[in-house]
């Protein structure tokens, strides 16, 4: 157990926070699409490799979340993608579900699958060198839902995915995401994501999940991205503290948010903001997909000789992130050559 405990730590060591690279087949095909590149494994390949050898990216980033092929693929020079980590400091890690599917007789909700054959999943993962994983619940907000079939069912796999993962000595990331699509306002999202919060960790606590050694990767509480009034980053900052104090016991040693849909400039904006607030019993970090490779994703647009600059890119965002653990991000930090 203390071995999980220093993992976490390390985790969400002061100034670091985590890449999030674990797109399945279907998401990476959408980013992708979104540059002209075709979702080739080789594609899929130079993208990763470049990301991750980025000069001296373990500087602000502490972990990646690999999805399985990534984590059994070699870079060119033959040597395994958790070795290029391991060799820039960078903790290996890798999402073990496999997606959100509908629930049965309740239009409009999801459940998280993977839960068959797990157990074996994750000592093989372990063998390739993860040392956390990752599982991602879905919430939706909509006329009459969540209901709370619906986000006990997605509780009761987490859970069950946390003690496995404990279990096989890989530190859980435990994430309910609540989605941000729809018009509902910021104290909806507040309601449901504590609600959300509240059923995960009783389930957690149930099968005698070790908090000390696990993460959080909740969504901030923001506005629905259809509603008219946008609250500001300090209300988001004061709303998703307030709410993650009435459910996330101390003994967490870290909060990883996602960016879930908002720009790479918001996100870090929001975090930024709630680390000047302060006052909080654990780290407040950050896990970062879309956040974090966005510009470097545009950079790269499929062609080798961009590699350099997607770098930059990547190292760009990760800074900002860096400074928003520690309160001190600033905008005019935006400009490109603000990276040090
Ligand atoms: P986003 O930051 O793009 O939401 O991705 C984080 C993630 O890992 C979702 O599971």
Redesign the pocket.
Known sequence: MKQLADIAHALVSPGKGIL?A?ESSPTIEKRFKSIQVPSTEENRLAYRQLLFSAPDLGRHISGV?LFDETLRQRASDGMPIAELLLRQGIVPGI?VDSGAKPLAMHAGEKVTEGLDGLRGRLADYAALGAQFS?W?AVISIDRGIPTPFCLEANAHALARFAALSQEAGLVPIV?P?VLMDGGHTIECCEEVTGAALGKVFASLAAHRVHFEGMLL?PNMVVSGNKCEAQASPREVAEVTLRCLKRFVPAAVPGIVF????LSDGD?TKNLNAMNQLGGAPWELSF???????SPALKAWGGEQENGLAMQRALLHRAHCNHQARFGRYRESMETPDATP
């Open positions: 999030a674990d979340i999402k990752k991602r994430e995401e990767k996602l960016s879930g849909g996100a896990s970062f997909g879309r956040a974090l490779q």
